[in-house]
Structures are given as structure tokens and as C-alpha cells.
């Protein structure tokens, strides 16, 4: 027998019902057409009557639709006519958005906490706007807030505004009767005074909580409290009463470890980092907004926004109790180039005067200024060149909050100080966009360098020298972003303008040669690379020493393409003839020294050699780590490589973190289809599978196959194709693992 269906209606009033889009306690909602007096789709709600009186219901709900009449905002749905159906039930018509619940949507793209917060504040101005006009919502939640994308942006847009209210309870002898019909999510953001049975006006302050407890969970992925597990009745008493004694987010987040991980990726981040984001100002915000005690909550959705826009922008938040010591930290956040800056700033015009008397600052390199930059300025130039340099890591190693301090302190003072002499500010801020390359700051390095280009094209012509330099820094930012066809751009063009410029024997165009065959390589134009980098070591020869670093790191490209072309004798006796050079004249430490080390430990692996190949990742982890701090791409590298040597080992609990410490800071770094996040999802889905979790490993495998199969390297490809095959075939899928497997073999 079958089961019987709900019938749905095929016409209410003017409107000619589509489909089914939405069911819950209040009612259902269906996409309609409108034909009459224009043609147009709406979102139809047909409400479920609670009280006794339809017509009171519709006759509340005019007199907030001509409060809503008034309302003109992207953020908010217009609401666009109210009746009754033949059977007597209540319906609006409404604008039809097509988006996501809010708390989908941020989870579905994997916002950040900023992009998470950014759009919030726009939530928080959507519910003002409505609040200025003399409409409260009620019934604020994530299901009441659709996000779209608008060219690339996410747009929220607030549905159900008057309608809450003209359905809601109207006096205490209601709410006994209707409090049952509210939808669980409904009474979870419910504000206290709406849950009580105490004749209180519900003012703007109980939209004000309810933004709260959807702040909670936009943040912590979770609600403060869950009626669902406390029981829907002690949760109203805790409500009415205030004694809800919800944790803070951070805490919130800890209270949730098992999911964690799971939580902080969906915000493009780990635990760690996400509990020190929510500790503070975010803790403050949320407890404040959801204050049982409305008086202590914000009294505007405006000043919610507002305390959110100055925690983004490290200024003191109101819902903190003020004190010295954070206004302080927070004036040092702000400021920091400026604090850090106060007492250098005279001693360098004093210090570059000194130098420039006696002759010790030198020009770093032979450069074109305008005629009309004085000497003095050049020579300060040169000094400040040589400062921001040291912040290099290739240069000197420092840990990375001193490189950063020193790089923000070099932006703010050139952005301000030298917007008179273009030129000059171009060269400081090439220097400072290389340096933030280098350390993986891949989104500032390019606002810089991109700027850079822009000023010496405009005032130097698209053919000047120094556009070779600009775009030879942008190829590596490109290339290692994954953006390789824009890298490819860069480097022609580079390679173009220095050759004709400089000749075919000079240092800086072995540089941008030197750029070019890393990017063959990763292009698998391995025969083109291995050109490249021949002719690279053939000016290295003439214009630079044999110990330099850049000639030993071109030692280390060529042996890096042997190996790709199979040619391992000669690979392995280069690769371990530029270690010993590195570690003579380089140091042990050097960070140079820790990414050969890391390639030499790859070669291991390959070989099967798992024990020895963590044997020269345990060396190369520290020495990077200290050289660029945990988020570098070189030490995300390293980390996914001993996750890999650990799954071969059979280790699963010591891979699994690994891989996903690797995944989470690669998918900051890079661009989604990056190759390298491939590598980290195959190897924890081979971990995730060999551990007996099939169905996460199967996610991960389609992951990594969906980028791979729009990459270069047929060999990447292939191996996903047979390790997924082998997950096919545990789950008695044979049929399709053969399939794959014969797909990997034409690969080869």
C-alpha cells in the first residue's frame, strides 16, 4: 500500500502555485505566479492558523504591512500583498529570493570569521533600517535570512518582516496556547521577554538578541544553547527566568572538540586559531547582544554593527569594560608601524644625513630617478632599502612577527612620507612586496607589487627596465598562488624587457629565467625547464659567485627536474652536493638548508625509504619554522610531507592532524584548485580510508580528483584514480574501481 502524499494546492487567490519550496511549524511556502495586474514569481506563505481569529490575523498584519510599505532596503525582502485562501488560511505574497539560509551560505563558501562579520554588519543594518521605520522582525534566524551572490558578493536579504509580528502573541493568555507552534529554531533565538508570560511591550532589543544568538552561531557553528538537548520546557523556564548562563563563543567552541576541526575549517582556519579569533572583543560582542537583562543589551542594531566594525578594525569595543592596558594593546594594534616608528623616525633623517656624509649608505643597484629627487632622498631611499631587507628571511633570519613588524612599519611611513615622489615610493614598495612574498603574504605582497607596476608603467613606459623587476616579482606570486598562465604573462613579458635591457649575461635576468623554470616544471614542460635552468647556471657562473644562495637554489631546480624526468643518479649527487655547499656557506639554519632538506627527504620517499625520509623531514620542520613561522607555504609543505611519510608508516592518529594542518593553511594560501591542496586531500583521504572512515575518505578523494583533473600532471591524476580505486573496491565496488584503474593506466 502506499503512502498517501500531501496534496498541495494548484491555485491560491491570484497566484498559480509552482512548487513546494519550504514547510515548518508556521505554515508552508510555495514559489507562485502572479499574472495579474504584472507577471512575476513570488514566494507564497500559507499560514498554518494558530489563533481563533483569521481576520485578526490579517487585520494585525495590515497595519505592519503599511509600516513595511515605507521600507526600502536591499537587505530586506518587500512583502507584496496579504489575503486569505477559499479555505479560510491566511497568505502573503513576498519578494522570492533565491539564496541560502544564512548559516549555509557561510558554510557552503567556508567564510572566514572577517567575511562572516563583514556580512553580519550588513545584516545589522538591514534589521536598523526596519527598526527606524517602526518595524520590530520577531522572529529573527538563519531560515529568515537568505544570502545570495551579486556579482561575486554575498547579499543578505531579511524575509518575514511583519509577518512575526502579526502572527505573534499578543497578550499572556496567548502565549500558553501558541508558544507550542513555534518552530524549535524559532524559540532558540527567541529573546527572554518574548518567552515570558509578563504583559512586556517586545521592543527592537528582542531583534537585538536574536542577532546575538545567530552571531553565536555564525561564529562557533553551534547555538549557545540547543532547546533540542535541554528539552524545550526547561529551556523557556531557563529563558524566562535568565538563567540561560550560555558559554562564551570561545568557550563554546572548546565545549564542542570532537567537531572542532570540523568547525574551524568551515572557516578557513584550525581550532587553535579560531578559539584566539573568538577569545576577547568576539566573546564580549556576543554576550552583550545576548544579555538576558534587555537594558544591558545594545540598544540600536546599528551599535552592534558599529562594535563589530571597530573590533575589524582593532579599536576598543564598547560591550568590553575599558582599561588602560587593552586600550593600549589596542592603540599598539592599530598603530603598530606608528609606535614602533616614533623613536626611529628622527634617527633615521639624523643616521641617513651621517651616512650620507661619510659616504656609508651605497646604492643597492644602479636605478633611474627622476631628476627631480634630490640626492639626500636617494640616499635616505637606499638606507630604508637596506633596513626592510633584513626582515628577508633569506637575508637574515628573524622570526616572522619582527619581519612583519619591520614590513608594516616600511608601508605606512613610505605610503605617507613619499606619495610626493612616486618613483622612489615605487622602488621602497617593490622591495617590501618581494619580502612579503617571501614570507607568504601572497594577498598583500600583490596590493603592493600591482601598485608598483602601475606607477613605473605610467611614469617610466611599458619597456623601462625596472618593469622587468616589478614583473618578475609578480610571476613568483603567481606562480606560487597557482595562478600559472598570469605568472607565464609576467615572466615573458620580464624575460622580454631584461634581455634587451640588460643582455643575455646578467644577474637579473638569471633571476627571471630562474622564475621561468620553476614554473615549466610545474607545468611539466619538464625538457623546457631543464633549458632554462642549464642557461641559468651558465650566467650564475659568470655574474655571481659559486657559493651564492640564489646559484645554489638554481642547483637545486635542475636536480628537482632530473628527478621528474627519471633520471635519478644525477639528481640525488646534485641534490646532496648543493646540501653540503648550502650548510658551508649558508649555516646549518638557513632556511635554504630546510627546504633542501625537505626535497632530499621527498626523494626518500619516493624510494620507499619511509624511516629516512623522516629522518630529513624532523630536520627540515624546525629549521623552517623558525625561519618563516607555521603558515609558510615551505613549512606547510614539510608538514604534509611527514603527514605522508606517517600514513606510509601506518601511524594514522599522528597523520591525520597533519594532513588536516596542512589542508586548512593551504586552502588560506592558495587558490581553490591549486594543485598542492590536491596533495594534502589525497593523502588524508588515504588516511581516512586505511583507518576504515570510507565515506570522509570518498568526499576527499572527489575533492582532490575534481582538481586534478583540470591540472597538468597526468601522474597526480593517476595516482588519485588508483587510490580511490582501492577505497571502490573495500566498499564492493569493483566494477567502477576497474574502471578507474584502466583510466590511471593511460595516464602513465
Known sequence: MMASRTLHPARIGPYHIIQLLGEGGMGVVYEAEETEPVRRRVALKLVRTMLDDTRDVLARFDAERRALAVMNHPGIARVLHAGSSETGQPYFAMELVRGLPLTEFCDARRLNVRDRLQLFVGICEAVQHAHQKGVVHRDLKPSNILVTDEDGHPQPKIIDFGIAKA?????????AKTM????MGTVAYM?????????????????????????????????????????????????????????????????????????????????????RALRGDLDWIVMKAMHTDRSQRYETANALAADIRRHLANEPVTARPPSTRYRVEKFVRRHRVGVITAGVASLLVVTSSVMAAVGLVRARRAEQLAASEAEAAKEVADFMVNLFRQSDPNVQRRQNMTAQALLEQGIRRVSTDLSSQPLLQARLMQTMGTVQTSLGKYVEARVLLEDVLRTRE????????????????????????????VADGYLMRAQRIRERALGPLHADLA????????????????????????????????????????????????????????RNAQADSLWK???????????????????????????????????????FYGRARPILERAYGVEHPLTVSVINNQAEVLWKLKRYAEAEPLFRQALAAKERLYTP??????????????????????????????RALAIREIGNGSTDLAETLRDYAVLLRATNRAALATQLDARAATLK
Request: net charge negative.
Open 458 to 485: 605610467r611614469l617610466l613606459g611599458p619597456d623601462d627596465v625596472l618593469l622587468g623587476e616589478t614583473l618578475t616579482s609578480l610571476g613568483e606570486l603567481t606562480r606560487d598562488r597557482g595562478e600559472l598562465d
Open 167 to 175: 502572527l505573534g502573541p499578543q497578550g499572556p493568555e496567548v502565549v
Open 191 to 275: 529573546s527572554p521577554e518574548q518567552a515570558s508570560n509578563a504583559s512586556m511591550d517586545v521592543d527592537t532589543r528582542a531583534d537585538i538578541y536574536s542577532l546575538g544568538v545567530m552571531l553565536y552561531e555564525l561564529l562557533v557553528g553551534h547555538l549557545p544553547i540547543d532547546p533540542a538537548e535541554v528539552g524545550l520546557h526547561q529551556f523557556l523556564a531557563r529563558l524566562v527566568s535568565g538563567d540561560t548562563s550560555p558559554p562564551t563563543p570561545s568557550v563554546g567552541l572548546a565545549t564542542a572538540a570532537a567537531l572542532s576541526e570540523t568547525i574551524a575549517s568551515r572557516r578557513r582556519t584550525d581550532a587553535r586559531h579560531l578559539k
Open 511 to 566: 633571476t627571471t629565467l630562474s622564475m621561468m623554470a620553476a614554473l615549466r616544471m610545474r607545468q611539466t614542460r619538464l625538457t623546457e625547464a631543464e633549458s632554462l635552468y642549464q642557461r641559468v647556471l651558465a650566467i650564475d657562473a659568470v655574474a655571481r659567485s659559486p657559493d651564492d644562495a640564489r646559484t645554489l637554489r638554481d642547483m637545486r631546480g635542475l636536480a628537482a627536474v632530473y628527478r621528474a624526468q627519471k
Open 673 to 702: 584548485e591549486h594543485s598542492s591542496i590536491a596533495v594534502s586531500l589525497n593523502g588524508l583521504a588515504g588516511v581516512l580510508r586505511d583507518s576504515k572512515r570510507g565515506a570522509e575518505a570518498e568526499t576527499l578523494y572527489k
Open 180 to 183: 507550542a507552534g513555534f518552530a
Open 577 to 615: 652536493v648543493t646540501l653540503q655547499r648550502q650548510e658551508q656557506s649558508l649555516g646549518s639554519e638557513h632556511p635554504d638548508v630546510g627546504s633542501t632538506l625537505n626535497n632530499i627527504g621527498a626523494i626518500a620517499y619516493s624510494d620507499g625509504k619511509y624511516a629516512e625520509a623522516d629522518a
